[in-house]
């Protein structure tokens, strides 16, 4: 009997130390794009002229990098979504940016991202900057970025 809930023991702590590393930022787990897409994502960021270095900057100023990654500008942030292989548009980047909590992204803390960009920039900004951030990922999304299961129902519905 003893040897049985030593074993029981022995199995329940084994479950809670795998447990705990699940623990890891979710974005070690994303793909960082290849070298050419980021010399590609280089190249749009410097022929997408005013409006683009405008958003670099702000992406900088605001310090989204700091929770965030894009490799083209050397950001390194992890503890949300790589910013850099998105398959959104510029509209819905914005809207993310503006109010994040309105669609959230699966596998990641839902209340981390701060919500008063929207108070902070003006919408000219904000567009520079969800510009910029598109501009990144470039429609080079691929698709396994379909399995990482976001829980965006997307509703477009209202899309105002
Ligand atoms: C304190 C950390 C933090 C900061 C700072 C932050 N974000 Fe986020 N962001 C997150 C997290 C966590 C998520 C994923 C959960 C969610 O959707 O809210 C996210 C989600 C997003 C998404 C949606 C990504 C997707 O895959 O659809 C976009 C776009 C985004 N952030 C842009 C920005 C921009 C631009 C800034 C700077 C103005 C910024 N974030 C600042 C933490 C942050």
């Known amino acids: 009997m003893r040897l049985v809930l030593a074993a029981l023991v022995v199995l329940v702590m084994g479950a809670a130390i795998a447990g705990a590393g699940m623990g ?13 897409a980021v010399q590609a994502a280089k190249q749009r960021i410097a022929a997408g002229g005013a409006v ?14 700091r929770c965030h ?10 503890l949300g979504p790589r910013l850099d292989r998105l398959d959104d548009d510029a509209e819905d980047i914005a809207e993310s940016i503006a109010d994040p909590r309105d669609d959230t992204v699966d596998g990641y803390p839902e209340k981390l991202m701060p919500t008063d960009y929207g108070r902070r920039m003006d919408d000219e900004e904000i567009q520079a900057l969800a510009a910029f951030v598109a501009a990144v990922s470039g429609g080079e999304a691929s698709d396994d970025r379909r399995g990482r299961g976001r829980g965006r129902g997307h509703g477009r519905g209202g899309g105002d």
């Open 52 to 65: 683009m270095a405008r958003g670099r900057q702000l992406f900088a100023d605001e310090g989204c990098d």
């Open 24 to 36: 890891e930022a979710p974005a070690e787990r994303e793909a960082a794009p290849t070298q050419a």
């Open 69 to 78: 990654a894009i490799a083209a500008v050397g950001a390194g942030g992890r």
